[in-house]
């Protein structure tokens, strides 16, 4: 595929992803909007499996355009956080000739950097939102133990999704 169509692929993964984003902060979808949005960034990195440049691109924009149009970035910090920076280094660490425990030991480590971010950045940026949804200490270690069991199911579902979409992809964007 040449650089020019790359390119638009680029921008048109990252201009639905930015349109799920949307529809994830106007409607209860915000988790499958975010997941959604994440099958759009993993399309890139299926397109051109050895540039990593088109990927951190539709991540920048797809981010940076959802924030400015909607203003409402705790709703977005899910796929920015957690959803974008795991799938990214599960489709890298899945595709590289590294023994499997050592590319789950790589999943772990990212996804638990990412949880910690979120919230941290959940705790400190938005402290209203954090008290009503943690109002007893106990809520925390649920969020903490079920986004372990979620790395699990979310790992084996988007291991499906980037076989069909390696599959499906090169049919539509030919050489």
Known sequence: MSRAKRIAVCGIMSALAVV????????????TASFLAAVC???????APKNFVYVFISYTVTVITA????????????????LAPFTV??????????????RWVIKIIVFEICLVAYLLIFYFVFIESW???????WYLWIVI??????????DIIFTY???????VLPKFFRR
Do not use: R
């Open 145 to 154: 133990a079920c986004g372990q069991v979620a790395l699990v199911a979310y």
């Open 89 to 102: 280094a599960k489709y890298y660490a899945d595709n590289s000739q590294l023994n499997k425990i050592f």
């Open 131 to 137: 008290n009503v949804v943690f109002t007893k200490d």
């Open 67 to 82: 924030g400015f149009i909607t203003g409402q970035y705790l709703e977005i910090m899910t796929f920015a956080l957690l």
């Open 161 to 167: 999704i980037i076989k069909w979409l390696k599959t």
């Open 20 to 31: 799920f984003l949307l529809i994830g902060v106007y409607t209860t979808f915000t988790f």
């Open 41 to 47: 960034l993993i399309a890139n990195a299926a397109l």
